[in-house]
T-cell receptor, first 113, second 114 residues
Framework: DAKTTQPTSMDCAEGRAANLPCNHS???????VYWYRQIHSQGPQYIIH???NNETNEMASLIITEDRKSSTLILPHATLRDTAVYYC??????????????FGQGTELSVKP | GAVVSQHPSRVICKSGTSVKIECRSL??????MFWYRQFPKKSLMLMAT?????????EQGVEKDKFLINHASLTLSTLTVTSAHPEDSSFYIC??????????FGEGSRLTVL
């Protein structure tokens, strides 16, 4: 699987948008960009994923550059409960043959009052 | 989303004993499950891929005789840490692959070996 690079840590003020960048310059054409987060001592939680179009759901928005070499996860109005480690992962996703998730170091987001 | 449950959530055992951790997909069938371990302040490390009805596939450097994986049904995979030692103390997490291809994670199991 292609590797990703993320900043080690970021701070965000409560109520403001949190923009988490991710570089995946070696991504293959059949690999999706996935975002998960992990709150301390819990299992990872799925946030969003996309192939090349921007995506939005109730949790976040995902912006993928046209060349697909980088992406940004946007939490529009961060709350204290969004404090977590955010993982950007590229993965082949093809139904029942979808690939395994290989986690990098992630970005530790701290939302401050 | 789909639910994956792990049991126990916490376990303490004596050095030299074996510990079994269960991973269940509660509302879907999963032919494939994955096992990870995570040390404090570190990322998740994939240990093995568990396939229903066949042998697990272990990642490089993971001892298959140490970490026994059984995936006997479409909703249950078990990880047994054999002859546990203090260095095996860790947070063990499973994920199950839904037939849509999406992966859902359990809550994790914290093992402490005394």
């Amino acid at each position: 699987d292609a590797k990703t690079t993320q900043p080690t840590s970021m701070d965000c003020a409560e109520g403001r948008a949190a923009n988490l960048p991710c570089n995946h310059s070696t991504i293959s054409g059949n690999e999706y960009v996935y975002w998960y987060r992990q709150i301390h001592s819990q299992g990872p939680q799925y946030i969003i994923h996309g192939l090349k179009n921007n995506e939005t759901n109730e949790m976040a928005s995902l912006i993928i550059t046209e060349d697909r070499k980088s992406s940004t996860l946007i939490l529009p109005h961060a709350t204290l409960r969004d404090t977590a480690v955010y993982y950007c992962i590229v993965r082949v996703a093809a139904g029942n043959q979808g690939g395994k998730l290989i986690f990098g170091q992630g970005t530790e987001l701290s939302v401050k009052p | 989303g789909a639910v994956v449950s792990q049991h126990p959530s916490r376990v303490i055992c004596k050095s030299g004993t074996s510990v079994k951790i269960e991973c269940r997909s509660l509302d879907f069938q999963a032919t494939t499950m994955f096992w990870y371990r995570q040390f404090p302040k570190k990322s998740l490390m994939l240990m093995a891929t568990s396939n229903e009805g066949s042998k697990a596939t272990y990642e490089q450097g993971v001892e298959k005789d140490k970490f026994l994986i059984n995936h006997a049904s479409l909703t249950l995979s078990t990880l047994t840490v054999t002859s546990a030692h203090p260095e095996d103390s860790s947070f063990y997490i499973c994920s199950a692959r839904h037939n849509t291809g999406e992966l859902f994670f359990g809550e994790g199991s914290r093992l402490t070996v005394l």
